[in-house]
């Protein structure tokens, strides 16, 4: 099977790509969004973010605000992942008539709240009958020229920092896959699935006061985000499994699950979807993260190294190669 | 059964409008495109589509080049409707893992062929697996401040006219539906359907130089988007059905059709996806249509009314309501 990766090699290379256009543009395809640059005192940053019935999310399990509320979040999380402030979105929303109701009205309740909440407004989309619900989302921000936060910044010796506690999100869907999602009394572990926080105002200010050298968001694991990150820098990078900051699960819902795939460590360096920002600083500037809007969630798990491998350091201090594990659609 | 226009007044209702936005939003949810103004010597135009098999396309009777060719083609007819220039797109594609070999390719190669013609180039996008084939599109393009052409702008008085040919992409569905989608030498009555052509270069220079008040492209059939543009401007249309240029069907291809539906004045006044443009242009301005691109292919086809009715003037002289019987996917 084709992994994602070079699928969307695959399209790049099939299509006039702006990489190669006319100078407005500042970055194309491969990054979390795309930079624009008409020529302001603003860059326009835009992305667009895919959520799907059956691959992303079930009608039967899922909420259907926290589908609309999710849908948005994500979209916007590539926006923060480049240190942009979210302005607009387009919604394309295909679905069966039979959710143009009562479904859709909560939907859109979720969407409103994230929108609110995100600070972004609706300004266009396209609407359509399918079997299955189908959203997509495109997303603009704005970010000061030359500002925008990438990929490919990272540099050998550069400090890798996460925010928040990772794993939380898959363990999250792990309850709802178990029959949870409406269970008041998991409500606060089953938020970071439903509900993912976006690290809006972190991005921003990574970005405004050029501390991060590069960045992104944490979407398909820690363990496949670091590999695409180091693959854009063309860096390696050493990570401590102890500083790896996870999610806690407590003894009683522990009982609740089977222990399958719950190993808090596991959810941490492979579960996906916390959108949390992954980036890396150089030394010089790490003591200034002690001013950043969140700062007491954010935790140095490694390095930068110019050796291009990914090591994961054990407990134990054992080294070994930090397989890729996260999530792949087509995998 | 709630028809679009009801659909996508239930979700401009629920979520934060840009309409009520900042300043640098000139133009929201309800044209053809959302209007930007980044503050330069541009205004950026946006819009999205969606392109769903089962629904606009079937894969065992549409190439998959022409899906390709089509789902941009279909997009950038927003920025032409608009008088935009076609820059920049965004690719959403959900497909299934059995898609991603030589049909991928194929419907790449369309897609590259209509960027080229077009001009615009891909600077990101999102990929996901789907049980059927899913494509939106985001385009970007670029006009002089305040130059967008809207549906809004059309005054009593107004002459209206379209270009080209209708009904021509209908007759071409109707080919297809009847498994002549292959037949070489159908090829210049199919490829109105399979791969549209799109009048950029009129939408440009209607929109610089300030010659139609409104514009709006034939995306779902005469009948359903004049009255559409009618409703925007809150103005009424009278046209006359001996006026609306129509398809041509050749008596040979008259024999291998049933004759239901085609009509070619039915196809002219009804039929979807011909992508021409539907603009009106006060009668002090009309003569300087003559230097327009094709000019030879713009036809006057009635007068704006302050009476809000849409009237059609049959041959005989007689006057009736023009009904909306034009796409509308959830009808």
Known sequence: MMPERQLVEKIARALPSGRRGPSRLRLGIGDDAAV???GGRTDWVLSCDTFLEGVHFRVKTHPPDSVGYKALARAVSDLAAMGATPRFFLLTLALPSSRIGPWLDAFLQGMDRAARELGISAIGGDTTRSRAVFVSITVLGEIAPSRALTR????????IYVSGKLGRAQLGLELVRRGHASNRQLRALLQPHLYPRIRVELGSWLAR???????MDLSDGLSTDLARLCAASKVGAKIYARRVPSVVIPAAVARKLSKRNLDPRQLALHGGEDYELLFTVSPRQAKKLSRAPGAAAITPIGKITRNRHLILVAPDGREQRLQSQGWDPFR
Do not use: F, T, V
């Not at 490919?152 to 400090?159: E, F, Q, T, W």
């Not at 006061?209 to 960045?215: D, E, M, P, Y």
């Open 209 to 215: 006061h050029r501390i991060a050298r590069s960045a």
């Open 152 to 159: 490919s910044g990272a540099r050998p010796g550069d400090i």
């Open 36 to 38: 624009l640059s008409p």
